[in-house]
């Protein structure tokens, strides 16, 4: 179902779990190559490893209406850098600016915090992935390395400067 209103971003709390819980299973399913988790790994968390989710990151919601349409998380890696993982867009929103309206949301989390880079991780073998990462501002450092679960693929990682307000 796509709704006409356009999407707005919401930050969760851990009283939000049931709503992460929701929108990364159906990541998983419709996109398991592109996350370094899996269905059958998150299908079994309880309670308490969601809220451990929220936690530690701090997750972003896409929503139109009462639509999940797109998630993101970003996380604490130290004073000088946030890194951002679990992009998803649900499909039939792909291509409506959704990528670009949650890392907005990371880079202005980022930048709040005084943040100077983001960084994040995506497999060579995902083209649209890194395409979008790179059309966001994002640019490959060269470091590699075998992707969580599969020693066969690859990632790399990407950083993006974080401008000053």
């Known amino acids: 179902m796509v709704s006409n209103s356009q999407p707005t971003i919401l930050v969760l709390s851990q009283d939000d779990w049931k709503l992460l819980r929701e929108v990364r299973l159906k990541a998983l399913r419709e996109a398991p190559h592109a996350f370094a988790s899996s269905l059958e790994l998150e299908t079994a968390f309880a309670e308490a490893d969601w809220r451990h989710q929220i936690q530690r990151s701090t997750w972003f919601l896409a929503r139109s209406e009462t639509v999940d349409v797109g998630v993101v998380a970003g996380t604490e ?14 499909p039939n929103w792909r291509g409506k600016g959704i990528s670009r309206m ?3 949301a990371v880079e202005a989390w980022a930048r709040k915090e005084g943040t100077p880079l983001i960084s994040l991780w995506v497999s060579l073998d995902n083209l ?8 966001l501002g994002f640019t490959p450092t060269g470091l590699v390395a075998p992707f969580p679960g599969d020693a066969q693929r ?3 990682r990407m950083v993006r400067r974080v401008p000053s307000a």
């Open 102 to 104: 949650l890392f907005d």
């Open 128 to 135: 649209k992935a890194r395409a979008i990462y790179q059309h």
């Open 154 to 156: 690859k990632e790399e």
């Open 77 to 90: 890696q130290g004073p000088r850098e946030r890194h951002l993982s679990g992009l998803w867009v649900a």
